[in-house]
């Protein structure tokens, strides 16, 4: 892989894309209530990998990681959610929380902790994502930021 710059990015239809191959929820991805940021890699005009962060202050859910499949194992997932980490607490935030069916094991190695999601903060369990978008077997993990 070339030299890789991660920016911010707009949910546009690439974005989309990604995330429906990847099996990842779009419906609120528009939503101004969830305060996105989206991060992404480009190559060539192509998006080969996203990382979400809907921001609530110190609380701060990680979404929408997505690497596309010709892209996977060379690091990049790893990347992106550094890069979404390191803007987090340049942000403030103190703890991200996340949600995945997929990527438990993925996210133990970067430090992530299984939480219950009943000690999940309010403006986290009130998500689309918490609430709804992703099944209630899914995961529940946190990590708290150095600062
Ligand atoms: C999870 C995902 C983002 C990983 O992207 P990636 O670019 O392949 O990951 P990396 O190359 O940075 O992998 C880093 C390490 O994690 C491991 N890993 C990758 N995907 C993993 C997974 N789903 N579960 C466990 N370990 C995983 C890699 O083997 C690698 O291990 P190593 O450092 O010991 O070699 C990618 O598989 C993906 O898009 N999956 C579908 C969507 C998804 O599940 N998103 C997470 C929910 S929000």
Known sequence: MTQVVIEAVEVDQQAQQLLV?????????QDPANRLRLFGYRHDGHLFGLVGLEMHGRDV?????AVADAARDRGLGAMLVAHAEQY???QGAQTLYLLTTTAEAFFSQRGYCL?????APREIAATR???GLCPAAAAFMCKRLLR
Do not use: G, K, N, V
């Open 21 to 29: 191959a990847c099996a990842l929820p779009i419906d609120d991805l």
């Open 61 to 65: 859910l990680l979404r929408s990681l």
């Open 88 to 90: 987090a607490a340049a």
């Open 115 to 119: 939480a219950e999601r009943t000690t």
């Open 129 to 131: 994502q918490f609430a």
